[in-house]
């Protein structure tokens, strides 16, 4: 992993939000398009139903801007406690939060955060893996890069999902004993 520079990060960024923004939109309307052809819909609530998912997706689009903006704004106030050493290539997204490792693919950090935050099993059946990780994404509860075949993962801190992935990878010289953390003796 090379480091890429200030405007290079920033576009990647960007892009990699509206890929999420994108595919969240596509997803929702093609559960919009497969519910009216297999059911009678009348027009007017087939337009609701896309109303209301692009409405969805203008408030992610927006959340995921202000939040990028807000982050980038802050950056310098903030402590982060990482649970593993953050890579040159990703230094260029600390203002994102909490590093939080690496992951195989959106799937397995999908199913990974699921567990541990033991999702009720109806959630899980409507939703595939890697759409949970996205949700999560574009809710703001981390944040998501792909790097190198790998997927680099980002928390908000004191989020839900910064904490269930502070259990199963505790933070950088924190000793966990049982389910809590401790600092390490000296």
């Given at each position: 992993?090379?480091?890429?520079?200030?405007?290079?990060?920033?576009?990647?960024?960007?892009?990699?939000?509206?890929?999420?923004?994108?595919?969240?939109?596509?997803?929702?309307?093609?559960?919009?398009?497969?519910?009216?052809?297999t059911?009678?819909?009348?027009?007017?609530?087939?337009?609701?139903?896309?109303?209301?998912?692009?409405?969805?997706?203008?408030?992610n689009?927006?959340?995921?801007?202000?939040?990028?903006?807000?982050?980038?704004?802050?950056?310098?106030?903030?402590?982060?406690?990482?649970?593993?050493?953050l890579?040159?290539?990703?230094?260029?997204?600390?203002?994102?939060?909490?590093?939080?490792?690496?992951?195989?693919?959106?799937?397995?950090?999908g199913?990974?955060l699921?567990?541990?935050?033991?999702?009720?099993?109806v959630?899980?059946?409507?939703?595939?893996?890697?759409?949970?990780?996205?949700?999560?994404?574009?809710?703001?509860?981390?944040?998501?890069?792909?790097?190198?075949?790998?997927?680099?993962?980002?928390?908000?801190?004191?989020?839900?999902?910064?904490?269930?992935?502070?259990?199963?990878?505790?933070?950088?010289?924190?000793v966990?004993?049982?389910?809590?953390?401790?600092s390490?003796?000296?």
């Open positions: 992993m090379t480091p890429i520079d200030r405007r290079t990060a920033r576009r990647a960024e960007i892009e990699r939000d509206h890929r999420l923004v994108t595919a969240a939109l596509v997803g929702a309307l093609r559960r919009i398009l497969h519910r009216a052809t059911t009678a819909t009348d027009p007017e609530h087939l337009w609701q139903h896309v109303q209301g998912a692009l409405d969805t997706s203008c408030e689009y927006r959340r995921l801007n202000n939040a990028r903006i807000n982050m980038w704004a802050a950056r310098f106030a903030q402590r982060f406690d990482d649970s593993t050493a890579p040159q290539a990703m230094a260029c997204y600390r203002h994102r939060g909490n590093y939080r490792g690496e992951f195989r693919s959106m799937a397995a950090l199913a990974l699921r567990r541990s935050l033991e999702v009720p099993e959630v899980v059946r409507h939703q595939e893996t890697s759409g949970f990780a996205e949700d999560l994404h574009l809710r703001g509860e981390l944040w998501t890069f792909d790097l190198d075949d790998a997927i680099h993962v980002f928390t908000t801190p004191h989020s839900p999902s910064d904490a269930a992935l502070a259990r199963l990878r505790p933070p950088r010289g924190v966990r004993v049982g389910d809590d953390f401790t390490p003796v000296l």
